[in-house]
């Protein structure tokens, strides 16, 4: 955390490289549907990083599905979250994107409809 800046987490966070779905509401286009790759996971929220042409704005609310690798579930207990989400925080990055363009960070906040899957033991 940077100085000046308050801790505001709800949970225990993973550092864990999960696939992360986005759609941002008002848009039904199926191209609307945006991967990007989760660096950090808790069921409060997740965070990621992205070279949007449109940034995204505070308090903009997005659809939102990670999916924790099998093999991070040690560090992570479930393997899908998935539920509505706001932009809570977006940190332009010091490194810059392809073409130029700003990286940003961007925190998202689940709200309370989201859905956690847990992994099924196997049975062996």
Request: aromatic share 4%.
């Amino acid at each position: 955390m940077g100085q000046g800046r308050v801790d505001r987490r709800r949970g225990r966070r993973a550092s864990v490289q999960a696939p992360l779905l986005i759609r941002r509401i008002g848009t039904r286009d199926v191209k609307s549907v945006q991967e990007k790759l989760a660096t950090n996971v808790s069921l409060a929220g997740v965070y990621f990083e992205t070279e949007e042409k449109t940034p995204y704005a505070l308090n903009e609310i997005v659809l939102a599905s990670v999916s924790v690798p099998e093999s991070q579930t040690r560090e992570f207990p479930f393997t899908r979250l998935a539920g509505r989400a706001r932009v809570v925080r977006v940190d332009e990055k010091s490194e810059q994107g392809t073409g130029g363009r700003k990286r940003l960070g961007v925190a998202l906040e689940f709200g309370e409809d989201l859905t956690a899957l847990t992994a099924i033991p196997s049975r062996s």
